[in-house]
């Protein structure tokens, strides 16, 4: 069997544009250093269409080696009122060339910086039901005011 071929169609499920709280930084604890991200506010436009509710968060570790693990809880509220539960992990690492243009507030060139995530989510709206069974795969942009996402699914 030539697995080479077995490439998924991947569709844009929606693009996620996501404001945080000033982070607390927690220090340096024996997995890593630790820094929760708040989320205020945010918005999804695509084949999933919202709003982002106020509360949620990434509670994230830097490694050692520079690697930062995120660990993100939030909640969509699309437009004809679903609640979706949306959970991810993810992964970045930066380039010195990245660290450097966010130390100065700016946002780093997207090439200069490695930054995914693997969205899973979970409702109880009967017209979103597809989603439970759904594994999201995301692509993060750094931005000063915070992460924008395109998030994709296997079709």
Sequence with gaps: MNHDLDLPELELLYEADVRLAAPELHGTTPAGDRAVHVITSGSVTGR???SILPG?????LTLPDGTGELDVRCTFRLDDGALVYVTYQGRTRMSPEALEARAAGRAPERSSYYFYITPYFSTAAPQHAWLNGTVGLGLGYMRPEGP???????V
């Design 48 to 50: 999933l269409s919202g």
């Design 56 to 60: 949620g968060g990434n509670w994230g």
């Design 148 to 154: 924008l996402y395109r998030v994709f699914a296997a």
